[in-house]
C-alpha cells in the first residue's frame, strides 16, 4: 500500500540544480511536503539531522568527488535516523553500492534515473517508499543476479561435473559414483580432477581439497 503524500516531509539532494529543483517541484505537486534541498552529502546530512524528514531522495554521484558521497551520506542517515526512508536516484547500475544501500533493510529505494519514464508510477513508488517499502530497479535486479552468476565458483563446471560434485556432496567415493552414474571409476577420477582445477583448489598432498569442493557446493545451495 502506498503512502498518502499529503505530509511527507521529503528532503531532496543532487548536485545538479535544475533536475533538483524539477523534482522538487513535481513531488510537491503531487501532495509531498518538501521541507530541504541540498546539492552536496555535507548539505545533506546537515539539513536532514535538522528536519528528521519522512524521506530522502538522493544521487549517489555528488561533488566532490562525483563518486558514492550521496551513498555514503544515505548509510550515515540510515544509521542515525532509522525511520527517514531512503530512495537513490542513479544514473548509473552499480551493484556493489547498492548492495550496500539495500542492506539497510526496509523503506530503502535504488531507481535509475534514465528508466523513469512514467510520472505517476513514479510517484507512486516514491509513497510507496515513504510507506515502509523496498523497491529496487528491475534492470538492477537482472545485474545483481548476473553479478551473482558470474561470482558463482561453480559456474564453470560441466553438467557432468555438477553431477559428480553433488554426488561427492552426498559422501559417495568414486568408485560409489561410478556405479551410479554408470561411468568407469577412471572417469569419475578425470572428472574430479576437473572439478578440482576448475574450483582452483591446488593439490596440498593430502584429501582436503576434495572436502573443500564439496564446501563451496554446500556454499552455493
Given at each position: 500500500?502506498?503512502?498518502?503524500?499529503?505530509?511527507?516531509?521529503?528532503?531532496?539532494?543532487?548536485?545538479?540544480?535544475?533536475?533538483?529543483?524539477?523534482?522538487?517541484?513535481?513531488?510537491?505537486?503531487?501532495?509531498?511536503?518538501?521541507?530541504?534541498?541540498?546539492?552536496?552529502?555535507?548539505?545533506?546530512?546537515?539539513?536532514?539531522?535538522?528536519?528528521?524528514?519522512?524521506l530522502?531522495?538522493?544521487?549517489?554521484?555528488?561533488?566532490?568527488?562525483?563518486?558514492s558521497?550521496?551513498?555514503?551520506?544515505?548509510?550515515v542517515?540510515?544509521?542515525?535516523?532509522p525511520?527517514t526512508?531512503?530512495?537513490?536516484?542513479?544514473?548509473?547500475?552499480?551493484?556493489?553500492?547498492?548492495?550496500?544501500?539495500?542492506?539497510?533493510?526496509?523503506?530503502?529505494?535504488?531507481?535509475?534515473?534514465?528508466?523513469?519514464?512514467?510520472v505517476?508510477?513514479?510517484?507512486?513508488?516514491?509513497?510507496?517508499?515513504?510507506?515502509?517499502?523496498?523497491?529496487?530497479?528491475?534492470?538492477?535486479?537482472?545485474?545483481?543476479?548476473?553479478?551473482?552468476?558470474?561470482?558463482?565458483?561453480?559456474?564453470?563446471?560441466?553438467?557432468?561435473?555438477?553431477?559428480?560434485?553433488?554426488?561427492?556432496?552426498?559422501?559417495?567415493?568414486?568408485?560409489g559414483?561410478?556405479?551410479?552414474?554408470?561411468?568407469?571409476?577412471?572417469t569419475?577420477?578425470?572428472?574430479?580432477?576437473?572439478?578440482?582445477?576448475?574450483?582452483?583448489?591446488?593439490?596440498?598432498?593430502?584429501?582436503?581439497?576434495?572436502?573443500?569442493?564439496v564446501?563451496?557446493?554446500?556454499?552455493?545451495r
Open positions: 500500500m502506498s503512502a498518502q503524500p499529503n505530509g511527507v516531509q521529503v528532503v531532496v539532494a543532487d548536485d545538479d540544480v535544475l533536475l533538483r529543483e524539477g523534482l522538487s517541484s513535481l513531488l510537491a505537486r503531487s501532495g509531498f511536503e518538501i521541507v530541504g534541498q541540498a546539492g552536496d552529502a555535507e548539505s545533506l546530512l546537515a539539513v536532514t539531522r535538522e528536519l528528521k524528514p519522512d530522502v531522495v538522493t544521487d549517489i554521484r555528488m561533488p566532490p568527488t562525483h563518486t558521497e550521496g551513498l555514503d551520506a544515505a548509510q542517515i540510515r544509521t542515525e535516523l525511520d526512508a531512503i530512495l537513490v536516484l542513479s544514473a548509473h547500475v552499480d551493484v556493489d553500492h547498492a548492495m550496500e544501500l539495500l542492506a539497510g533493510g526496509r523503506a530503502i529505494g535504488y531507481l535509475l534515473k534514465t528508466r523513469v519514464t512514467d505517476d508510477d513514479f510517484v507512486d513508488t516514491v509513497g510507496r517508499i515513504a510507506g515502509g517499502a523496498s523497491i529496487v530497479d528491475p534492470a538492477l535486479v537482472q545485474e545483481l543476479v548476473s553479478a551473482r552468476r558470474r561470482d558463482d565458483p561453480l559456474a564453470a563446471l560441466s553438467t557432468r561435473e555438477h553431477e559428480v560434485l553433488t554426488l561427492m556432496a552426498q559422501g559417495l567415493s568414486n568408485g559414483i561410478g556405479r551410479r552414474l554408470w561411468v568407469t571409476e577412471g569419475v577420477e578425470k572428472h574430479v580432477r576437473s572439478i578440482l582445477t576448475k574450483l582452483n583448489l591446488p593439490e596440498t598432498g593430502d584429501d582436503h581439497r576434495r572436502v573443500r569442493a564446501i563451496m557446493y554446500l556454499d552455493s
